[in-house]
């Protein structure tokens, strides 16, 4: 067995972002307890290849930590779920190639960070149950629709709850419903091939489907 460079990455990922959030708020030592119990989820299977999107998905996680906990000592308690999505991630469906679905997970935690940061209580910060929720229900599914639909969605409540100084923070729970559900985007897909048709009609018996 040999140690897999993507899962040294999703270590360092996690002790960047508790080091940064620690250094910024030392009140909040104590989440290095979660920061601990996330890198066992990692450490047991060192030798497994996570790839890429496990990592981005991960390191977007604990940077959203870092950046609440950097605002807000008493965000600290976000990191429950910094752990369990951690876990969540590590031991998915998730495939090496499954890219969208690393962005729509970095897309709720990078708008529950910035919820989190932009107001005064941290409170606020209960919608890491959902991104949290919704990194499970993308995380552990196949295609490209959950994870565009979680760009999606996530990005529309965002953009309302920060441009309404988090009233609607509720929003975030039909957020996670709809990327759950892949409401909007389950029957998209991209082509597969391009076709020269600049001068050939739908109708023309030449015509290739």
Known sequence: MTVKATSLLALL???TGTVIAIAISPDAWWI???SFLASGAVGISLWRRLG?????AVAAVWA???VMVGFHADAAWAAIFAF???GAI???GMRRDAYFSALGIATAWGITAAIGAAHDDAGATWVCIFAFLTTGAVANTFGIAR???AVIWWGIAGAIILA???DFAWLTVFAFILSAASIGVSGFHFPRRFEWDLFDRDDDSRAVD
């Open 13 to 15: 990922s996690i002790w």
């Open 32 to 34: 290095v307890f979660f």
């Open 52 to 56: 890429i999107p496990r990592v981005i």
């Open 64 to 66: 959203s930590i870092a």
């Open 84 to 86: 369990v999505s951690t």
């Open 90 to 92: 590590v031991y998915s």
């Open 147 to 149: 994870g565009i639909s």
């Open 164 to 166: 309404t100084g988090g």
